[in-house]
């Protein structure tokens, strides 16, 4: 079974949120990720954007809707994203991502095998 999903948005709606609100879609791995970075609206905006697109993908086979907090998006050694995801019923899929962030939006666009 092959799915996709994608979302872009506006990286101005990442601007100045406080920490209660990161907190109900980052995880704290997240959180302090994008915190530490130059333009962390741009990484937040970017991460929110692979959230619903999983969440896309998943619905479109069925499946059901996963939590902002069940999904994270991490980085390996060389940069890239991955996708950690925290609950066992969704990790018999491969989900494949790629996002990206520039001026005032950030896309991302995900694979489901």
């Known amino acids: 079974m092959l799915s996709i999903g994608v979302d872009i948005e506006?990286?101005?709606r990442f601007e100045n949120k406080n920490l209660r609100f990161l907190k109900r879609i980052f995880t704290e791995n997240?959180?302090?990720y994008c915190l530490n970075t130059n333009k962390p609206?741009?990484?937040l905006c970017a991460r929110?954007?692979?959230k619903e697109a999983v969440i896309k993908a998943l619905s479109s086979i069925g499946e059901n809707k996963p939590r902002f907090l069940d999904i994270e998006v991490l980085k390996k050694e060389n940069g890239?994203?991955?996708l950690n995801i925290l609950i066992d019923e969704y990790k018999k899929y491969n989900i494949l991502l790629?996002?990206?962030h520039e001026n005032?939006?950030?896309v991302a666009f995900v694979i489901i095998e």
């Open 10 to 12: 506006d990286i101005s």
């Open 30 to 32: 997240e959180i302090s």
């Open 41 to 43: 609206q741009q990484h």
């Open 48 to 50: 929110f954007c692979a």
């Open 80 to 82: 890239a994203p991955y």
């Open 98 to 100: 790629s996002i990206s």
């Open 104 to 106: 005032n939006k950030a």
